[in-house]
């Protein structure tokens, strides 16, 4: 009888956290996908407007990967009332070679959160211009904090600027990340008087309505947009399509279903057709990243399957390397 191994979040905790090496994890992962042989169906969605909610499910199969992962992903947005999370999931790995469960990851979203600011690290690994004096992060919530983590594993930066629409946890934001990052951290008076301030900016907010202007952006520019992952929501500017250098996305027919590509099409300047760079493919080498320091460039980021896959085995075998987990009979 087949033993699957259950992991907690705690236990996960000890075995993954922000570094380079998980960036290098899933820019592998994304090279792979570019590199061709990745299987990674669309991502299926439920929304659920009776409970306020909605659930995502990714997973891809990366040949030569010993493990494969099916993620879910609630997002009830009324627990708070209730005193739960409004986020939590799991994921269930498989074997590549057999399809018998070999764990599943009790994560409560821990290990989305860490793949999804590692994305944020090899956007701007590939993206970022190599001089970052000033970087600005729209968003106060954790994805804020993680990608400005992120950031600073892949540039140095001398100091960092946050705006939110609430102006007290931006000023927490602020106190706490200064210690954190090391660097210092201040409030900016507007969205657009950080945008115009800072090299490097990153959208974190779940905005239906745009968060930054394409008036604002000036040369040596780089946005990583990684909030709008729903049809609903929408951080940039249309309009900024037409004005960057470059705009990459994740996954092409993912943005154009839930991310800024849509919103793009919908504005009538790009088609649906477009094909646009993808983050895979600029992190395998076959299309160029940044290639010069005055460039406007924008990364948008809704999430892929095959990062899901990339984080769920790096955990596996680092639990299975420290004994942690609790085995049960399949």
């Known amino acids: 009888m087949a033993k699957i191994k259950i992991l907690t979040e705690a236990e996960l905790r000890q075995c993954v956290s922000l570094s380079k090496e998980v960036h290098d994890v899933i820019a592998a992962a994304f090279a792979r996908l570019a590199q061709g042989g990745v299987v990674m ?13 909605e659930v995502d499910v990714k997973t891809a199969f990366v040949p030569g990967m010993e493990n494969f992962a099916i993620k879910v992903s609630p997002g009830f947005f009324d627990n708070p009332l209730k005193g739960l999370p409004s986020l ?7 074997s590549a070679e057999t399809g018998i469960v070999s764990a599943v990851l009790l994560d409560n979203g821990y290990l989305t959160d860490i793949r999804t600011a590692a994305a944020g690290g090899v956007a701007a690994r590939f993206m970022a211009p190599r001089q970052v004096t000033t970087a600005g992060v729209i968003g106060t919530g954790l994805q804020a904090r993680l990608q400005a983590q992120a950031l600073l594993l ?18 927490q934001y602020a106190r706490e990340q200064t210690g954190v990052l090391g660097i210092p951290v201040s409030v900016a008076d507007s969205a657009e008087a950080l945008v115009k301030s800072s090299q490097v900016v990153i959208t974190t907010t779940p905005a239906k309505e745009p968060v930054i202007s394409a008036d604002w952006l000036h040369p040596g520019l780089h946005i990583t947009a990684m909030g709008t992952d729903s049809p609903e929501k929408n951080e940039i500017d249309p309009a900024v399509f037409a004005k960057a250098d470059l705009v990459a996305v994740d996954r092409v027919s993912q943005s154009l279903e839930r ?13 649906a057709d477009t094909v646009l760079p993808e983050l895979p493919g600029i ?14 460039t924008l990364c948008d980021l809704t999430g892929t399957g095959v990062q899901d896959t990339a984080i769920a085995d790096l955990a596996l075998h680092r639990a299975t390397a420290k004994g942690l987990g609790t085995l049960i009979d399949s």
């Open 88 to 94: 939590n999931g799991l994921m269930v790995v498989l």
């Open 41 to 53: 169906p669309p991502v299926l969605s439920m929304e659920l407007p009776q409970v306020n909610g």
């Open 259 to 271: 991310g800024e590509m849509r919103s793009a099409v919908k504005a009538g300047l790009i088609s």
């Open 154 to 171: 892949e540039r140095q930066v001398e100091r960092l600027q946050v705006w939110g629409r609430d102006r007290a946890k931006a000023e």
């Open 283 to 296: 992190s395998a080498g076959l299309v160029p990243g940044r290639v010069a320091e005055d460039q406007i």
